[in-house]
């Protein structure tokens, strides 16, 4: 049992380091900013400018976009560019044929996207987190781009001049007399319009609107299961104390 065990920690730990070798990274832990309105209100905007022009996110309609603070107006005004309508769901302006032809495949839909990547390394909204801030160039790619969260992405970097171009920086470790490299960290090549630290800050906000529009009532819900919760411990103390009051005589 124990050389079973040995076996599996160290086939674990060979695919953790081919994994390395290969380019694959620890997710980064996403902030926390669902109940951020300005946060949520900056993301969204930054998903329908960057974002909806290839993918949709037919599940969630403009007006919905109320419940983070927005009004109907502000909603026409600063998020609506053609002929869509409040009602409206959000759906990529870009046909499916042409998309094929340019990216290999069709952009899946995003709306619920930060619960369905969620894995072995974190939460969707980590993946995602990771994934817009680990893009780098790469001539040998067919869109110029490549990304450490997603090797071999088909996926250009939308993003890119807000965040300038990047090449990771690796080093060499040996481990039992086999080299491989390690992903050290970020090497800036030319800088975009905003700085490192406010470009995490947008992902930031843009993956707190992915995950609140995953699930628009996650908050709701919380805040109603703390209710839940605090009821069940009141009823649990009046229960407890009726049941030593009836049995009290019973010998």
């Not at 965040?163 to 800088?191: C, I, L």
């Not at 919380?222 to 019973?250: E, Q, T």
Request: aromatic share 10%; hydrophobic share 40%.
């Amino acid at each position: 049992m124990k050389k079973l065990i040995l076996t599996l920690v160290t086939a674990l730990g060979m695919a953790v380091g081919a994994q390395a070798a290969e380019g694959g990274i620890a997710w980064d832990k996403a902030p926390n900013r669902t109940n951020d309105l300005a946060a949520l209100q900056h993301g969204a905007k930054l998903f329908v400018n960057y974002c909806l022009n290839c993918h949709s996110a037919a599940f969630m309609r403009y007006n919905r976009l109320q419940d983070i603070g927005l009004t109907e107006q502000q909603i026409k005004d600063n998020l609506l560019f053609t002929t869509e309508k409040v009602g409206d769901t959000m759906k990529a302006n870009i046909e499916p044929r042409e998309a094929k032809e340019w990216f290999g495949g069709v952009p899946p839909d995003l709306t619920l996207v930060a619960r369905s990547r969620a894995g072995h390394g974190g939460t969707g909204a980590d993946y995602l987190y990771t994934y817009l801030r680990t893009y780098y160039r790469d001539d040998t790619k067919a869109t110029g781009w490549n990304n450490l969260a997603y090797p071999s992405v088909g996926m250009p970097h939308v993003l890119w001049e807000l965040q300038g171009e990047r090449r990771p920086v690796y080093e060499k470790v040996s481990h039992g007399g086999h080299e491989s490299e390690v992903f050290k960290g970020w090497e800036q090549v030319k800088p975009g319009t905003l700085t490192p630290k406010q470009y995490d800050e947008a992902i930031g906000d843009l993956v707190a609107y992915m995950q609140w529009m995953a699930e628009p009532a996650q908050n709701t819900r919380v805040r109603l299961g703390v209710w839940v919760m605090l009821f069940l411990s009141v009823l649990l103390v009046l229960v407890w104390r009726l049941n030593a009051a009836y049995w009290k005589d019973v010998k």
